[in-house]
């Protein structure tokens, strides 16, 4: 399994795991399915991986860099803040057991809000960088 895949699978299960993000958004996603909007009007899809080589004293390693994207069509631009704190809270310098390559350090780096061409949808997005240390993809 590629490091960014296992990764990821880590960053999904966390935010899985957070009750209150759940109860806020109708559901999170690898990619979106065709109708992703519910009752909720608000879901979360992951957005553009990628990667850097970062090695070190004979440790193959790297940076990566993980964009989740929120998408809400709730009349508040403030439930888009609170999804985002939700997402933070559940990522920033967490640490996650990895079964292939260790996980060195986690940080939540960049969130923001930004307006959709759809007038009615607000697009949030939350970029995570990891290093990690291992076998090389």
Known sequence: MSAGKELWAAIFGALKANAALVALVDG???KAPDRPWGAKNAYISRGPFYASTDDAD???GQEITAQIDIWSRKPSRWAMDDMIAEVRRSLH???FPLDEVALA???????RVMDDPDPTT????VQVVALVEGAAD
């Not at 350090?105 to 969130?111: A, F, K, P, S």
């Not at 607000?122 to 997005?125: A, F, R, S, T």
């Open 28 to 30: 999170i996603h690898d």
């Open 58 to 60: 004979c440790i193959y």
């Open 93 to 95: 310098e967490k640490e």
């Open 105 to 111: 350090t986690m940080e939540v780096r960049l969130w």
């Open 122 to 125: 607000q697009h949030g997005v």
